[in-house]
């Protein structure tokens, strides 16, 4: 069936109206009328009513909140705003404060120790991980069922990005293997997917190497490279495969896979055309500056949302457990330890000053959210779903109920904001059940521990 664009629509955004795709192509104003023609089974997927696209992000904070300081006296639309939550007030029209939910499976059962290890682990997962420190064992995560559903109308699936930087293996909480703690998203049960902490390596990632007005040409370069050694790569493999043993066929076979994975990215770069430069200085490296550091990341998120190169991110602002001091605002202890405060009320004040501090650098992104139009005319900010919270609740005990929740954005129009709620002992992962619905992937029915999509976010 032949399609006539409207004036000023680009030629591949016929190409990938035919494939389903909503947006493909960095988004402008001048291209805005283009964004109502998406068209088959696809179109639905990840977009508002109006064919924007429908930008989801989950933030994880360590260590839970002090309760009294986090929750609101009193439900509903005029609440008043709890001492940690108050940064959060001037973009009250699109903030749901969410209480009652959490992870059973977090709890320790016949585990024993282990609360950070699972509280992270299980965060966006809802199973109950495996405790060994080899023999790992997690479940998908609900970013990458989603990724699974409608990555592919973007450059990037999904990003990843977390503030602690080096590998972790081993053993790290109570015989919990590393892997739990310091990764929030996982592509399989055995495969979690590692976050980037360098904001400089997110940038070169999302938009090349380079100065700007140099970045498009290193790009198309280093993809001609990474063609050139899989094509050697792979003739090299064919010529030597008549003589293998069947054995190793075998591990060529496996070893080929993970190519043809490389090349199908590199397909896909190629589809989707060379991103524009956004005209910006790289960022530099990791800072020492701690707030910085999670500024710098956000960021790159914001310009990877305003770009449609991806529509989907995990943020890790620090792992569970996390110890790290916070000289910055006058506190010289360890987070992880004074969340040990046995009541004292020192103790409690200081970790309710970190609280405080981390929902700040929460306000400053859904500042920069609100100020960035998008193709329809509303804010990115309307045009996202923002999960911010802990897999723990209280830190001092350990707890995984009631966990402290906010969900932000305003899901292109779709959800309910403006209000705190509170549900009846619900499970976190029925939260994300009525978010991948929103999203379109209405064939989900079931994910981790559900037991039907949460009512009335919506």
């Not at 008549?242 to 080929?256: A, F, G, M, N």
């Not at 929902?359 to 859904?366: E, G, I, P, S, T």
């Amino acid at each position: 069936m032949s399609m006539k664009l409207p004036r000023g629509a680009l030629n591949r955004r016929a190409f990938l109206r035919g494939t389903g795709a909503c947006i493909a192509l960095p988004l402008f104003e001048s291209l805005r009328t283009s964004v109502f023609f998406a068209a088959g089974p696809a179109a639905k997927l990840a977009c508002t009513a109006t064919g924007a696209p429908l930008r989801t992000a989950f933030l994880y904070f360590p260590n839970g909140a002090i309760p009294s300081a986090w929750w609101p006296s009193r439900e509903g639309t005029d609440f008043p705003w709890s001492r940690t939550l108050k940064p959060l007030e001037k973009h009250k029209a699109y903030v749901q404060i969410l209480g009652g939910l959490g992870h059973k499976n977090a709890e320790p059962g016949p585990d024993g120790a282990g609360d950070h290890a699972r509280g992270n682990g299980t965060f966006l997962t809802g199973v109950r991980l495996r405790k060994s420190a080899t023999d790992v064992r997690a479940g998908i995560s609900i970013d990458q069922v989603l990724a699974n559903a409608y990555g592919h109308l973007t450059r990037f699936a999904s990003l990843e990005l977390g503030c602690d930087s080096g590998a972790r293996s081993g053993a790290c909480d109570s015989g919990y293997a590393c892997a739990y703690q310091f990764n929030l998203s996982w592509s399989s049960p055995t495969m979690p997917k590692t976050p980037e902490s360098n904001p400089r390596r997110v940038f070169e990632r999302l938009f090349g190497e380079g100065k700007p007005g140099e970045r498009q040409a290193n790009l198309l370069r280093r993809q001609q490279e990474d063609k050139s050694v899989l094509d050697f790569v792979l003739d090299d493999a064919r010529s030597m495969q008549k003589r293998l043993s069947p054995s190793d066929k075998h591990k060529l076979d496996q070893y080929l896979t993970g190519i043809r994975e490389v090349e199908a990215r590199i397909q896909k770069t190629e589809r989707f055309g060379l991103v524009k430069d956004p005209g910006i200085e790289t960022p530099p490296g990791i800072p020492a500056d701690f707030g910085e550091h999670i500024q710098l990341l956000l960021d790159m998120l914001v310009l990877a949302f305003q770009t449609d190169s991806t529509r989907l991110a995990t943020v890790l602002l620090a792992h569970d457990g996390s110890n790290r001091s916070f000289d910055q605002i006058g506190i010289s202890e360890g987070h992880h330890d004074l969340t040990h405060h046995q009541n004292r009320k020192e103790w409690i004040d200081k970790v309710a000053d970190i609280d405080l501090w981390y929902v700040q650098q929460l306000a400053k992104f859904l500042d920069k959210l609100n100020q960035v139009k998008d193709v329809d005319g509303q804010t990115l900010l309307h045009n996202s779903m923002i999960v911010y919270g802990s897999g723990n609740a209280d830190g001092n005990r350990h707890t995984h109920t009631n966990l402290p929740i906010v969900l932000a954005g305003g899901g292109g129009g779709a959800l309910r904001t403006g209000r705190y709620v509170k549900y009846s002992d619900q499970p976190m992962t029925n939260l994300f059940l009525s978010m991948a619905h929103v999203l379109g992937v209405r064939d989900l029915q079931r994910f981790g521990d559900s037991t039907g999509p949460l009512k009335d976010i919506g």
